[in-house]
């Protein structure tokens, strides 16, 4: 039944260590979104694929790749992981654009915790 | 200038009150506004969703939004402790927008 889904939901990591949280959706959307949501819960947005198509790309460091192997999944890799990349980081899903109304689902969240 | 203003609270109300949440915004080209509850720990849960202006009803929530002067609303009625959460208002421009702009969230707590 879970509509987004988001592995891992804790992820405590060593600065400079490689990591990846994968998101997957089951409702049949065309777009996804990686939103990161600090400390004081401003949630902003980093990246959205349009079937499997990039087309939003924040202002975001360069160690963020994300990718989407198909239009049900996008993950995020992030590479020499730093102090301030502590966040949790949220996947949303929406049947974006063109004739729809484009409401945005999200996921649980990952918290991400760099030591 | 933030596109999207929002107090950030906290909010403190006692249960059965009428809550009043409130979010502005500099973008004219916004045309759909959305009101997201956040409970600790969780995701943003969609608990309302408008366009244009005017007031959309649901339940004890009623969204209002009044685009000349560039100021939306969520009012809940007969709060809970269960209304007790983060409340982000969302807005995005014409059809076809992909990108969502969130205020900070407000935080409500409902006191039984």
């Known amino acids: 039944d879970t509509a987004v889904s988001q592995t891992p939901k804790y992820l405590v990591t060593q600065m400079g260590n490689d990591k990846s949280i994968k998101c997957e959706q089951n409702?049949?959307?065309?777009?996804m979104y990686w939103y990161k949501q600090d400390s004081k819960k401003f949630l902003k947005i980093m990246f959205s694929y349009n079937n499997k198509e990039l087309i939003i790309n924040e202002t975001v460091p360069n160690r963020f790749s994300p990718k989407s192997p198909d239009k049900a999944h996008l993950n995020l890799h992030i590479n020499s992981l730093e102090l301030g990349d502590s966040a949790v980081y949220f996947c949303?899903?929406?049947?974006?654009?063109?004739?729809?109304?484009?409401?945005?689902?999200f996921g649980p969240g990952t918290r991400l915790t760099v030591l | 200038q933030k596109e999207v203003e929002q107090d950030p609270g906290p909010l403190s109300v006692p249960e059965g009150a009428i809550v009043s949440l409130n979010c502005t915004y500099s973008?004219?080209?916004?045309?759909?506004f959305m009101w997201y509850r956040q409970y600790s720990r969780k995701g943003p849960e969609l608990l309302m969703y408008?366009?244009?202006?005017g007031n959309k009803e649901d339940g004890r929530f009623t969204a209002q939004v009044d685009k000349s002067s560039k100021y939306i609303s969520l009012f809940i009625r007969d709060s809970q402790p269960s209304d007790s959460a983060t409340y982000l208002c969302?807005?995005?421009?014409?059809?076809?927008?992909?990108?969502?702009?969130f205020g900070t969230g407000t935080r409500l707590k409902v006191l039984a």
């Open positions: 408008t366009y244009s202006s």
């Open positions: 973008n004219s080209a916004f045309q759909y």
């Open positions: 949303a899903s929406s049947q974006g654009g063109g004739r729809s109304t484009n409401e945005q689902f």
């Open positions: 409702l049949g959307h065309d777009t």
């Open positions: 969302a807005m995005t421009g014409p059809r076809g927008t992909y990108k969502y702009i």
